[in-house]
């Protein structure tokens, strides 16, 4: 398995646009988490979902965030309006198992809203 | 929920020497506990983990110790290298609840 993925790498837009962010998980995998990660606060889990259903949406900061997970290889993290406060980098990461399982990691997208 | 602090934010040591550290957590319930290691620009991967039955775990040169009655857990490095260099996450859960992570530990290894 290619591990997860996640796209893109780096995204660049100007506050008030729209940005999604979007991540493959690894085969097999139950569950999925969307984590941010920035200096001041390190990594903040935003969003899970098991088996494709949105288990704990509470570390979502605002209604200008939503996530969405339509199949069981594919899911998006949507910012709407984006503000430079959203500047940070994005994780997804997947699991066999809630808690106690590895989480593997993707690569992360960097945003930077101007 | 659980919390989970982490200490120091960033450590440097000499090439060679011992690294050391410290987590502490708030719900006696949890028994998991990973750490996460960071390299410069790439994801966090899984190093080391351990479960509330063992006080100790060991592999290479990385080590965690777990002291339940206390809710702290360590991790140990030693004879740092190079490529030790990163920032480290402990983290904390209970059964099905999920990870709670510390704050991170930047970890500079002086040549």
């Known amino acids: 398995d290619a591990g997860v993925i996640q796209s893109p790498r780096h995204e660049v837009t100007e506050m008030g646009q729209e940005v999604t962010l979007r991540c493959k998980p690894i085969?097999?995998?139950?569950?999925l988490f969307w984590y941010r990660q920035t200096m001041m606060r390190g990594l903040e889990l935003l969003i899970y979902f098991n088996n494709n259903v949105p288990i704990d949406d509470s570390g979502m900061p605002e209604d200008r965030f939503s996530a969405k997970m339509p199949n069981a290889s594919f899911s998006t993290l949507k910012i709407q309006p984006s503000e430079p406060r959203d500047s940070a980098v994005y994780f997804c990461?997947?699991?066999?198992?809630?808690?106690?399982?590895?989480?593997?990691f993707g690569e992360g997208s960097r945003l930077t809203v101007l | 929920g659980e919390n989970v602090e982490q200490h120091p934010s960033t450590l440097s040591v000499q090439e060679g020497d011992s690294a050391v550290i410290k987590c502490t957590y708030s719900?006696?319930?949890?028994?998991?506990f990973p750490w996460y290691k960071q390299e410069l620009g790439k994801r966090p991967q899984l190093i080391i983990d351990?479960?509330?039955?063992?006080g100790e775990k060991k592999d290479q040169r990385i080590a965690v110790t777990l002291n339940k009655t206390a809710k702290h857990f360590s991790l140990h490095i030693t004879e740092t290298q190079p490529e030790d260099s990163a920032v480290y996450f402990c983290?904390?859960?209970?059964?099905?609840?999920?990870?709670?992570f510390g704050t991170g530990t930047r970890l500079t290894i002086i040549p």
């Open positions: 351990i479960r509330s039955n063992v």
């Open positions: 990461a997947s699991s066999t198992f809630m808690g106690t399982g590895e989480l593997f």
């Open positions: 719900d006696s319930a949890s028994n998991y």
């Open positions: 983290a904390a859960s209970f059964g099905n609840e999920k990870l709670t």
């Open positions: 085969s097999g995998h139950d569950y």
